[in-house]
Each structure stands twice: as structure tokens, then as C-alpha cells.
């Protein structure tokens, strides 16, 4: 017997399961990303049948996400602001960590990316720069690799010059967007939130 788990469908095109959950109405001005307004959440679970290998447990981790994403609207609808306290600051900043390393890993086994890679490390040949002896199969890392010196240089440089305001500009999105997501509701006017801004940088 088919079981039907709430807020999954199907993908017509893919056939992958899709987590579809609308958010209600009153709080969408709340719940921005990317500067666009969401209505809805769409995860796909990269799965066809919630019984596949960790199909259960994305989904489980998408439908804590939704709760917590419309924890954070509502507290932003009333005007509440979670305290920043050290502890949350050393929790907000592992989890960044943490996402990293995921994002990496998963980057590492993605054809898409692979090909995007290897796609800007031919241009970036192409435009003189130049790119790190490496091993052919590492070939599509290396735009990654030198982007990612580029940004650490600037970001070292920032903070050898004491530069709070340019840490702020390079990394309060990122910090505000991942204190979202792990249901925060945050104060960027307040010094706990450069604190947290100056930690989130370091860890580069």
C-alpha cells in the first residue's frame, strides 16, 4: 500500500519527490531570500520513493526548516529580536562551518558543478589567470580554488586592517540569511551582530 506523506508530490518532469509547503499569507513579507518574497517552500528530496536511502531523513529536516523559518517570521512580524548571546554566536558560527564542509562534499560528487568548473577554469585560462598545477581530474576545483584565494586575501586584509564596516558589507548578508534558516531573528544594528559577523569570517 502507497503511503502519502503531507506536503510531498511528485515532480511531473523528474519524478523525484518534492517537498511543497505554502507559507501562511500574513507572514510572506517576512520570509525573504535573495531579496525575493516566498510563498512556498520547494525541496526536492533528490529521491522517488521516501523509502530510498536518507529520502526520510531530508524530509524530516525540510519540514524542521519550514517550522523554523516560520518561528523566525513571526517573531519578525511582532517585532522580536532573539538575544545574541555567546553561546548562540559560537552555535550560529559552527553551524556555518558545518554547512560549509557539507556544501563541499556535495559539491564534490555533482556533475553540475563539475562541468560549471571546469567551464570557468577554461576562461579563466583563457583570460590569462593563472591556474594551479593539478592533477586532470581535479581540473574542474581549480576557478573554485582561486576564487576562494581571492576572496580569503580580502577577507585576511579586512580584518588585519580592523575594517568593521567592510566585514559587515561582506558578511552580514550571509550571517543574517543563516540565522534564518536556523530560526533566529536577529538585531544588525547590535554588537553581538559584528561580533558574530567577525567570527563567521574567520572561520575562511
Known sequence: ???????????????????????????????????????ELKITLKARSIHEPSALALYQDTAALYDRLVERARKAAEGRFDELTEERITFITEAYRVLELAQDEAAR??????????????????????????????????????????????YRALSADGDLDGILDAWGEQASALATRLGFNLDDRTAAFRTLCRRTSSGW
Do not use: N
Not at 112 to 117: D, L, M, P, Q
Open 1 to 39: 500500500m502507497r503511503v502519502k506523506v503531507p506536503y510531498l508530490r511528485h515532480d511531473p518532469k523528474t519524478g523525484m519527490l518534492r517537498y511543497r509547503r505554502v507559507f501562511p499569507a500574513e507572514l510572506r513579507p517576512f520570509l525573504v531570500d535573495k531579496y525575493r518574497g516566498l510563498t
Open 109 to 154: 560528487f555533482d556533475p553540475t558543478v563539475k562541468t560549471s568548473g571546469e567551464m570557468l577554469t577554461r576562461i579563466m585560462e583563457e583570460g590569462g589567470i593563472d591556474i594551479p598545477p593539478h592533477r586532470p581530474t581535479a581540473r574542474w576545483s581549480q576557478s573554485f580554488r582561486v576564487a576562494h584565494g581571492w576572496a580569503l586575501e580580502c
